[in-house]
């Protein structure tokens, strides 16, 4: 008689999930639904699996296999749970802006629990989750302003004859400290070229950097320089809503 993995739901960051527990006790989950929730296709996922990055890591010696489940006659692809933050963190690295969310939330969430647990106070499983699917979406919405605001800038930028590059240089070594150039060599996480500065890890910072390039992006007057000086001081005054 082969024995079925048992099946079970859970709630990540907005998003129902369905998880296994395989004889062994160990936890597991589909290929597909592991891709499904960074949006990306199971062909990705498979790359993964076979990778040289995975056959490296801690505890990695089995071989991902197909598995039948309980309430269902077609067996599933199946990943162990630990391969799967792997695999989700990758994908981060590369610059998936739903994998960098859903990893930065559930880390908080993790955290956030253990504090929790410090302090001893008590929250419901539905707290928890409300509290990681705001963070996914504030990560998400954060992402979505500054592209929307670092085309604005470009616009700005060459209506008004400045260096995009330059100016963007000057304008994250004053918001942030460092040069665009020197942020897209951080090991941190790596994202698109497309969308300026997606790759910021700091929610925070971020948002300021978008909120500069817009006040950047609105003004009249003054060369690129003042443009700068001036949009970072409103940024700093300005109630972040995001």
């Keep these: 008689m082969t024995t079925k993995a048992k099946r079970a739901s859970i709630q990540i960051a907005g998003n129902k999930v369905e998880v296994f527990q395989i004889p062994n006790g160990e936890y597991v989950m589909s290929q597909a639904q592991v891709a499904e929730a960074i949006g990306v296709s199971s062909s990705s996922i498979f790359d993964f699996l076979h990778s040289e990055t995975v056959k490296a890591l801690p505890g990695n010696g089995s071989e991902f296999s197909v598995m039948a489940v309980e309430g269902s006659n077609k067996p599933i692809n199946i990943i162990p749970t630990n391969i799967v933050t792997d695999c989700w963190m990758s994908q981060a690295f590369k610059g998936n802006v739903k994998a960098q969310a859903l990893i930065s939330a559930c880390t908080q969430e993790t955290l956030r629990r253990r504090c929790d647990t410090a302090f001893g106070t008590v929250k419901s499983e539905q707290q928890y989750e409300q509290q990681t699917t705001a963070s996914v979406e504030r990560w998400e ?8 605001q670092h085309i604005n800038f470009e616009y700005a930028c060459k209506g008004n004859g400045f260096s995009c590059a330059s100016t963007h240089n000057k304008l994250t070594m004053a918001a942030v400290q460092k040069t665009a150039r ?14 300026g500065l997606n790759y910021i890890e700091n929610s925070d910072e971020l948002l300021l950097v978008a909120n500069v390039k817009k006040n950047f992006s609105r003004y009249r007057k003054g060369d690129a320089d003042e443009r700068i000086q ?11 809503i995001l």
């Design 182 to 195: 020197e942020l897209k060599e951080l090991e941190v996480i790596q994202g698109s070229k497309d969308v």
């Design 141 to 148: 919405a954060r992402r979505k302003y500054l592209r929307e």
């Design 230 to 240: 001036r949009a970072l001081k409103d940024a700093r005054k300005e109630k972040n």
